[in-house]
């Protein structure tokens, strides 16, 4: 059993991070942290310092991990998805963006299709509000 979580280098990436890696110590279990390819044209050089970045911070919280880094250009969903039913994970961790009040009624495609397919339960959490 694992937990997967879904990276991007944002705010509520990070705190998406934050919180599997808390569960992951938590349920003393193995972390999957999936990076996936946004665009096309994402430089090679920037992924890859954003992965090591990545394995920087699990080394130092001492939890057994894994980093994929995708790059077969499908959405993050799916991803999402296929890493949770590969591994049989008991958890999907998401971040999700703070949204106006007309945005509130309709939840992110992304997050509402990792919700409604996933194989497993979802913890999805906000990263802390810009203090600006």
């Not at 890696?21 to 050089?45: C, F, I, K, P, Y």
């Not at 919280?61 to 799916?78: F, M, N, P």
């Not at 919700?115 to 497993?120: E, F, G, S």
Request: charged share 30%.
């Amino acid at each position: 059993m694992s937990i997967v979580v879904g990276y991007l280098s944002t705010n509520e990436g990070e705190a998406a991070l934050a919180a599997a890696v808390a569960e992951a110590l938590r349920r003393e279990t193995r972390l999957v942290v999936v990076l996936s390819r946004r665009a096309q044209g994402e430089d090679h050089a920037a992924l890859e310092a954003e992965a090591d970045a990545v394995r920087d911070r699990l080394d130092l919280a001492d939890v057994a991990y894994e980093v994929r880094q995708l790059r077969r250009g499908t959405d993050v969903a799916e991803d999402l998805i296929t890493a949770a039913t590969e591994e049989d994970a008991e958890l999907i961790v998401i971040g999700l963006r703070r949204r106006s009040p007309v945005g509130k009624l309709i939840l992110g495609s992304n997050a509402q299709r990792i919700l409604l397919d996933a194989p497993c339960p979802v913890l999805a959490v906000k990263a802390e509000p810009d203090p600006r």
